[in-house]
């Protein structure tokens, strides 16, 4: 297990509270993660109401995923305000190559910075922490073309020190399991609509409600390929909560339901390419 040196969380804390002091207003843009949770709560200790955490309300987030983040703020005591965001109209979205978190977040930060321009607030900064630049993730090209900043990132907090830093500001959001944007459930070249975001969404409501808490349901058309921690195996393949399962996600219009034997896995959806290829994943994860 890795152990997080005090006096390095430390240093790392005050550095992150110069660097949201440098920004004199901030909008934070917030999706109820452990990431963009710290970082909205420290803005507020040091900008007080010059912070404001801002969210994203479109098809590709679940209604519970969006009371829980709004719940957070309330509970954590940061500013926060709910915006609607159409990247599901892109047709780049739509068509779903690996880029496509790419317009995904170009969207919301136009949207983003409009909101600044019209509510006085100087700089806009996102969640980003150190791991995430060994990632493949499109939606960085995208921060830095709108001049978002990663104040995380900046002073170097991974994310296992987001989460001891977390833990010892209270936040509710500690230990809460990465979650991705529902459209990583879908294969890459596999159009993207609403509704089969809101039939994953349902999915994985439903697994959720019956007490799962680490999941991806993959939409293969009329497949849906469940996966968990290999741990928690069993009490999926236990007679009654398969079943339950079985004939819920039946009745979301999925022929067949199956089960992934590999378990949970981050980027399980991530082509593998050479190092060259446009779309390289590096210790992917989605």
């Known amino acids: 297990m890795h152990v997080v040196e005090s006096i390095d969380l430390d240093n790392k804390l005050v550095a992150l509270k110069k660097r949201v002091a440098l920004s004199d207003s901030l909008i934070v843009a917030y999706s109820g993660g452990v990431d963009s949770a710290l970082l909205a709560s420290v803005a507020h200790q040091v900008l007080g109401n010059k912070s404001l955490a801002v969210i994203a309300k479109s098809p590709s987030i679940t ?46 930060y136009q949207r983003l910075l409009e909101l600044a321009t019209n509510l006085n607030y100087k700089t806009v900064a996102n969640g980003t922490n150190l791991d995430d630049l060994d990632d493949y993730r499109p939606g960085l090209k995208a921060a830095t073309e709108h001049g978002i ?28 399991p990465a979650q991705a944007c529902l459209a990583s459930r879908v294969p890459y070249g596999t159009s993207i609509s609403t509704g089969i975001l809101k039939r994953i969404g349902a999915a994985e409501e439903l697994l959720k409600d019956i007490g799962f808490n680490q999941l991806r349901v993959r939409d ?16 999926l393949l236990s007679p009654k909560i398969k079943e ?10 999925y022929k067949y339901v199956t089960v992934d034997l590999e378990g949970f896995r981050s980027g399980s959806m991530n082509p593998s390419t050479d190092h060259n290829s446009e779309v390289f994943i590096k210790n992917g994860r989605k």
């Open 63 to 108: 209604d519970r995923e969006l009371k829980e983040a709004i719940s957070v703020a309330d509970r954590s005591g940061f500013l926060c305000q709910v915006i609607e965001t159409d990247e599901i109209e892109r047709p780049e979205y739509k068509a779903n190559k690996p880029n496509r978190c790419y317009f995904c977040k170009d969207t919301l």
């Open 149 to 176: 900043i990663s104040p995380l990132a900046e002073v170097g907090l991974t994310k296992t020190e987001i989460r001891a830093l977390s833990k010892r500001m209270k936040l509710p959001t500690w230990d809460k």
């Open 220 to 235: 293969h058309n009329s497949i849906a390929r469940i996966e968990v921690p290999l741990a928690d195996l069993d009490k």
């Open 244 to 253: 339950k399962i079985t004939i819920g996600l039946k009745s979301l219009g």
